[in-house]
């Protein structure tokens, strides 16, 4: 996972503590990408939110309108609103991504980021998430991307440690072995 800064961190632990579970986190999680998405993508909605010409009260306005345009629920809108109170609008997805894995820790639920050279088919990934469960001895929830430069197999990173399946990492494992006279 990327560096997260103290106020996402802050934030995503204070909401998941005002949501008291990790069902309402996850579901709260997910809304507050969707808020985070058309900010992305709204540089009007950007400004209204984030320029000193508008008071708080005019940003939380703001904030509430979208949100329940977005069909968002009252939970997601009171994180959004102390978001932008204090002035802390622009975290709203690094939030939503921490909160979120707060959720999956409190479910006791691993978190997976498996890549691949080549789109995995349905049934391998059902494959590469059993056998990660049955090593982690819990649940697993995996996030997949595809990285061209693998020349085959999958590098998989799952609760801090990195597993890498992949005939690159074989190669280089090769290498080291051969410059430091191993083999």
């Not at 400004?47 to 345009?69: C, H, P, Y």
């Not at 968002?72 to 102390?82: D, G, T």
């Not at 595809?146 to 590098?155: A, F, H, S, Y």
């Amino acid at each position: 996972m990327a560096k997260v800064d103290r106020a996402t961190l802050r934030y995503a632990k204070a909401a998941f503590d005002f949501l008291g579970d990790a069902k309402k986190a996850g579901e709260v999680s997910a809304e507050l990408k969707v808020f985070a998405k058309a900010l992305s993508e709204n540089p009007e909605l950007q400004i209204a939110l984030t320029n000193e010409a508008f008071s708080t009260s005019d940003r939380g306005l703001v904030v509430k309108d979208v949100a329940q345009k977005q069909g968002l629920s009252e939970n997601a809108i009171r994180v959004l609103a102390v978001l932008a109170e204090n002035r802390r609008i622009l975290i709203t997805e690094s939030v939503a991504e921490r909160l979120h894995q707060l959720a999956l820790e409190a479910a006791e639920i691993a978190s997976l980021e498996v890549e691949s050279a080549e789109e995995l088919k349905a049934d391998d990934r059902k494959k590469v998430e059993d056998q990660f469960a049955k090593i982690l001895g819990k649940k697993v929830e995996a996030k997949y991307s595809l990285d061209p430069t693998l020349l085959g197999g999958l590098r998989v990173t799952a609760a801090g440690r990195t597993y890498d399946g992949t005939l690159s990492g074989w190669l280089e494992k090769m290498e080291e072995k051969l410059m430091g006279g191993h083999l």
